[in-house]
């Protein structure tokens, strides 16, 4: 005779697989959200779902206890702990911050450790499809508001989609379509569907995002055909001796430029060097990046252990006495020009970690990277990725693209993060 009652049996079946129940809805819903965050109201959509999540996880019967186990996890563990005391102890009479506002940013850094522990511990009662289903359809959602619905961003709560988010939004999760695309339709739907994304890019007319997407399409495609990598590392040579060809003849690079300029006038000028776009000593978005790396030279200056607190490199007050140097002629122009600049971005991932956690934030971020990135390498060039291993391929790009941009604040980052490091957990 059975120990368990019917409907306690029933609860284990549940919570052994998160294929359906109440578990199981919100947990898609929470995927959807995560992707297309929509609502910000003190925190991102994404945020409270994941905590309804976690009480319906605890009502029936399941454990919401992350796990502390392995040495990466410790790591993780440090990560957070340095960004919260960072951001306690930061220097609040330079920064213009409040002791409220780091409360909600340290709860923030709560939610990102929350979830990449979440995933790791429960990886294998996630169903990957439907997580997938539901990660494409939300990145979908985010294309088209971006092209077409932009204007929603206006109302209150409502958030906005910008290029860079929408590409990032793209790069993060398109592994994950992948997987879907090849489960629902096949081998002939994915080969179908790549070309969709490298086409979105182009519309968007991003330009290192577009580079990227063609490069993470091949890779995603090679590893669901179950193919060598080493076939992958040498379409990447030969696509480098191609581009090399195209760009050293000048017929050749106008060519190309001519032919993209109906879809991406911006890579098109970019390409023929022509234009703001096409001469980075002109180009207003390269010289920004280099700008803000100068300011965060005077940052690490001032601050190199533990940085200035989460989130306030855009509220620092740097000099930029570098601003005036002849390099930064055109963005001179700018109404006020030295507070513009230092309410900017970062524009780059690694920096904003350097300034704002110092140099021990961004060893101990390297140090999460790092054996997740060797590990795809050696995959890569010495054997056989599965399509289950997709989320490693997402987490090389987006790493790549952390180089121009500034997400690391975003759930999707370290929701990739935690599922490459499941997904190596396994390994």
């Not at 009480?55 to 029936?60: E, L, Y």
């Not at 995933?119 to 294998?124: F, G, S």
């Not at 080969?191 to 890019?201: D, K, N, Q, R």
């Not at 991003?206 to 055909?225: E, P, T, Y």
């Amino acid at each position: 005779m059975s120990d368990f009652s019917v409907p306690q049996i029933k609860k284990l079946l549940l919570l052994k697989s998160w294929n359906q129940g109440s578990i199981g809805r919100v947990l898609n819903i929470y995927w959807l959200f995560l992707a297309w965050p929509f609502i910000s109201i003190g925190n991102s959509l994404s945020f409270y779902f994941f905590l309804l999540l976690l009480v319906v996880i605890n009502r029936n019967g399941g454990s919401i206890a992350p796990g502390f186990k392995g040495f990466w996890t410790w790591i993780l563990l440090a990560f957070g702990a340095v960004a919260i005391g960072s951001t306690f102890f930061s220097p609040m009479s330079e920064t213009f911050s409040d002791e409220l506002n780091a409360a909600k940013l340290v709860l923030q850094v709560v939610y990102w450790l929350f979830l990449v522990l979440f995933i790791v511990k429960n990886a294998e009662k996630i169903n990957l499809y439907l997580m997938c289903k539901y990660l494409t359809i939300g990145t979908w959602i985010v294309v088209g508001q971006y092209f077409f619905f932009n204007f929603i961003g206006q109302a209150p709560f409502i958030i906005s989609v910008g290029r860079n988010s929408m590409v990032f939004t793209m790069l993060a999760l398109m592994p994950f379509h992948a997987y879907y695309i090849l489960k629902r339709f096949g081998k002939l739907g994915l080969w179908l569907y790549l070309p969709c994304t490298i086409l979105v890019m182009l519309l968007s007319e991003g330009r290192a995002g577009v580079l990227l997407i063609v490069f993470q399409s091949a890779l995603v495609f090679f590893s669901a055909i179950n193919r060598g990598l080493n076939f992958f590392a040498k379409l990447v040579f030969l696509l480098c001796l191609v581009t090399i060809a195209t760009f050293y003849n000048d017929e050749n690079r106008l060519s190309l430029a001519y032919a993209l300029a109906p879809i991406s006038p911006r890579i098109s000028t970019f390409i023929e060097g022509s234009g703001q776009a096409g001469d980075l000593n002109k180009d207003e978005s390269w010289l920004t990046r280099k700008l803000m790396i100068r300011k965060g030279k005077e940052i690490i200056e001032e601050y190199p252990l533990f940085g200035i607190g989460l989130m306030n490199f855009s509220n620092y007050e740097a000099q930029l006495s570098a601003l005036w140097e002849k390099d930064f002629i055109p963005l001179q122009d700018e109404h006020d020009a030295t507070n513009h600049f230092n309410r900017a971005s970062s524009h780059n991932s690694y920096l904003q970690i350097w300034c704002e956690l110092g140099y021990v934030g961004l060893i101990l971020f390297l140090l999460l990277l790092a054996p997740l990135l060797i590990y795809l390498f050696h995959k890569i060039f010495f054997g056989v990725l599965s399509p289950t291993e997709l989320p490693l391929i997402a987490l090389l790009f987006i790493c790549i693209h952390f180089y121009v941009i500034s997400t690391i604040t975003s759930a999707l980052s370290w929701f990739v993060i935690g599922f490459a490091y499941a997904v190596f957990k396994r390994r």
